[in-house]
Nanobody, 122 residues
Framework: VQLQASGGGLVQAGGSLRLSCAAS????????MGWFRQAPGMEREFVAY????????YYADSVKGRFTISRDKAKNTGYLQLNSLKSEDTAVYYC????????????????WGQGTQVTVSS
């Protein structure tokens, strides 16, 4: 299984971006897809996850109400809509998938995308 993240870029504060995470490889099966981010000099942090089957979602407090996670099961693709962006949202964003549980713990995810840079200018 390979995950390909895309959609990052440079945006002004208050702007929006839509990140995509396309899964490919052998028959893709996952319990959960999550998004994480890592800013320079900081540890990777959880952003949001979606249960692949039911579509239930969970967000970090820092993005709740501004970001929306979704998925298209037919396309094996997940999305993260980023609205009302702030300079502190600047980071490399990673998508991840796994079958060991619906969780915000990065260690439980088995597959990771390569990351896509989001830069918010103030």
């Amino acid at each position: 299984v390979q995950l390909q993240a895309s959609g990052g870029g440079l945006v002004q504060a208050g702007g929006s971006l839509r990140l995509s995470c396309a899964a490919s490889g052998r028959a893709f099966s996952t319990v959960v897809m999550g998004w994480f981010r890592q800013a320079p000099g900081m540890e990777r942090e959880f952003v949001a996850y979606i249960s692949w089957s039911a579509g239930s979602t969970y967000y970090a407090d820092s993005v709740k109400g501004r970001f929306t996670i979704s998925r298209d099961k037919a396309k094996n693709t997940g999305y993260l809509q980023l609205n009302s962006l702030k300079s502190e949202d600047t980071a490399v964003y990673y998508c991840a998938a796994g079958n060991r549980g619906i969780t915000l713990a990065a260690a439980w995810y088995d597959y990771w995308g390569q990351g896509t840079q989001v830069t918010v200018s103030s």
